[in-house]
C-alpha cells in the first residue's frame, strides 16, 4: 500500500487538482475545516487579509500583460484569454510572485479529461499494480478483498477534477463544458498558484516531488502535497474575497445546488477522507504559517524547512522541529526463506495510522473517531513492510510503531487491540487473532514501541515475530 493519494503516484507527480465544487463553495461559506478530535470547535475560516509586503509591485502586472499569447491559445476566444491573464496578474500580486514566460492554457471537455485520465494519468498502472495494492489495502482493512480499483480512479477523477497545472507539459487546463463561469474561474485561480509555485521552487528537483522520491517516503511527499495545495487553497480564498465578482458568486452557488458527486459519496470510507487530505488539512497548516509570518514564511516552508510528515500538517505546532523517529527494520525476506521477496517497504504516518483505526472498510470495525484520533496523536514514527512468497502467493505485513512516550504507547496498543477485537474476534489464548484468511499479532518491544503483523498463514505469523523480536 503505497500511500500517495490514492495509490498512484504519476497523479501526485502531475499535481493533478482535485478540488471539486464544494471544496471552493465550502471555503466561501468557511466551512473548510472542522477538527476530527474536537466536533464542537469552530468550522469558521477567519478572514484572510493580504499581508502587506514590498514584492508584489506593477512588474508583476507588467510582465503578464505585455506576453504573447502562446499557440495553443489561438482557438480560444479573446475574452476568454483576457480573462485568464487578469486572473493571473491577480493571483500573482495576492501571492507575491510573478512569472516572465506565459504557459499555454486549454479547455477540457468532461469526455476530453476522462479520455487523459485514461490514457495519460492512469496509462503506467498496470493490472498488476492494481491487484497488489487491493491486495495490501485488503490487509490493512481499508478496501475489500476484490475492489475495481483501476475503474474506481477512472470514474473518480473524471467526476472530481475541475482543473489541473500539468508539470510535465507546464500547461494549464480547465475543465468545463459550460464556458468560463465562477467556478472554472476560481479554479484558475488555485491552479496558477501551482504554476507560480512550480516556477520558484520546482516541484521534481527542489522539493524532490517525484515519483522515485515519493516511491521511498510517501509520508513525506503526502507533507509536500499538502504545503502544495494548502498554499493554492488560502490563495484562492483570498481570491474569491478580494477580486471575486457577483456574477463569480452566483455561479458558485448555483454549481454547488445542483452538484452531485456520486462516485466519491460512494466511495470507500478511507478514500473519501483521504482524498481532501492535502487540501483541508494542508489549508490549516498553510494558514498557521500565514498567520505566523504571511507569504514569507509559507516561502520559507518550499525552499528551506520542508514538511517531512503528516504529523507536521495535522499538528502545526510540531512543525519544524518534530520530525519523525522511524525504526530500521531487518530483512525479513531474507529471514524468510528464498521464496519471499520485499514488495513494498514504507511508512505510514500519523494520518494513516489514523485511517486504519477509524476508516476500515467495514463499518464494523472502526473504531470512534475521537478514539482513533487521540490513538495516532501520539504517533512517533513507524516502518511497515509488504512481503510476497513467489512460490505461494502468499503475503505478509509487519509495522513497527514508535510513540512519543510510554504513556502514548499504551493509548495506542489499547486502540489497535480493540480495533483486532472488532475485526477478527477475541484474541485467542496466546494473544493472537484470527479471522477474514488473515492471522494477526500486537506486541510489545519496549515501553513506546510495538509490533504489528499481519499474515496468511500461523506458521508465517510466527516466524515473522521470531525475526522482529531478535
Known amino acids: 500500500m503505497e500511500k500517495k493519494n490514492l495509490v498512484i503516484i504519476v497523479l501526485i507527480a502531475l499535481v493533478l487538482l482535485a478540488v471539486a465544487a464544494f471544496f471552493t463553495i465550502n471555503l466561501m461559506r468557511g466551512l473548510f475545516y472542522e477538527r476530527i478530535n474536537d466536533p464542537d470547535a ?16 506593477q512588474e508583476v502586472a507588467t510582465s503578464t500583460q505585455s506576453a504573447q499569447s502562446t499557440p495553443s491559445e489561438q482557438s480560444l476566444a479573446p475574452d476568454l484569454i483576457a480573462q485568464m491573464d487578469k486572473i493571473e496578474e491577480q493571483v500573482s500580486i495576492l501571492r507575491q510572485l510573478d512569472i516572465q514566460t506565459r504557459i499555454p492554457r486549454k479547455i477540457l471537455s468532461n469526455a476530453e479529461l476522462k479520455d487523459r485520465v485514461l490514457n495519460d494519468f492512469l496509462e503506467e498502472y498496470e493490472k498488476e499494480d492494481e491487484i497488489e495494492d487491493v491486495k495490501v489495502l485488503s490487509l490493512f482493512g481499508l478496501l475489500p478483498k476484490e475492489f475495481d480499483l483501476l475503474n474506481f480512479y477512472l470514474d473518480l ?23 468560463f463561469g465562477g467556478m472554472e474561474r476560481s479554479t484558475y485561480a488555485h491552479e496558477y498558484v501551482h504554476v507560480l509555485q512550480d516556477e ?9 516531488f517525484n515519483d522515485e522520491a515519493c516511491e521511498e517516503d510517501s509520508e513525506r511527499c503526502a507533507a509536500i502535497q ?12 483570498l481570491w474569491l474575497q478580494n477580486y471575486a465578482t457577483q456574477q463569480d458568486y452566483q455561479d458558485l452557488q448555483a454549481f454547488y445546488s445542483s452538484y452531485q458527486s456520486p462516485i466519491l459519496d460512494n466511495a470507500p470510507e478511507y478514500m473519501k477522507v483521504d482524498f481532501t487530505f492535502p487540501y483541508l488539512y494542508g489549508a490549516q497548516f498553510v494558514q498557521a504559517l500565514y498567520s505566523k509570518g504571511g507569504y514569507g514564511l509559507i516561502d520559507k516552508a518550499f525552499s528551506e524547512q520542508q514538511p517531512v510528515s503528516s504529523e507536521q500538517i495535522l499538528h502545526p505546532e510540531s512543525y519544524p522541529d518534530e520530525a519523525p523517529n522511524n525504526p530500521i527494520l531487518p530483512d525479513l525476506a531474507a529471514g524468510l526463506g528464498e521464496k519471499w521477496e520485499t514488495r513494498e517497504e514504507n511508512t505510514l504516518g500519523e494520518w494513516y495510522t489514523y485511517l486504519v483505526l477509524a476508516k476500515g472498510y467495514e463499518s464494523s470495525y472502526r473504531l470512534q473517531d475521537g478514539i482513533a484520533f487521540a490513538a495516532a496523536e501520539g504517533w512517533g514514527g513507524d516502518r511497515y513492510v509488504v512481503l510476497r512468497n513467489e512460490s505461494s502467493g502468499e503475503y505478509l505485513v509487519a509495522t513497527v510503531f514508535n510513540w512519543d512516550d510510554s504513556a502514548d504507547a499504551s493509548e495506542a496498543l489499547k486502540a489497535f487491540q480493540n480495533y483486532s477485537n472488532l475485526r477478527f474476534g477475541a484474541a485467542a489464548a496466546d494473544g493472537q487473532w484470527q479471522g477474514e484468511g488473515l492471522f494477526s499479532s500486537l506486541y510489545q518491544t519496549n515501553p ?13 505469523l510466527s516466524a515473522a515475530r521470531t525475526l522482529l523480536q531478535n
Do not use: C, R
Open 200 to 208: 520558484h521552487f520546482s516541484f521534481e528537483e527542489k522539493l524532490n
Open 42 to 57: 469552530a468550522s469558521t475560516l477567519p478572514y484572510l487579509e493580504i499581508q502587506p509586503s514590498d514584492s508584489p509591485t
Open 226 to 237: 499538502s504545503l502544495i495545495e494548502g498554499d493554492a487553497m488560502l490563495t484562492q480564498n
Open 448 to 460: 513506546d514501541s510495538f509490533v504489528w503483523i499481519l499474515a496468511e498463514s500461523e506458521q508465517t
Open 157 to 179: 477523477y473524471g467526476e472530481q477534477i475541475a482543473g489541473f497545472y500539468d508539470t510535465e507539459e507546464e500547461t494549464m487546463y480547465v475543465v468545463s463544458d459550460a464556458g
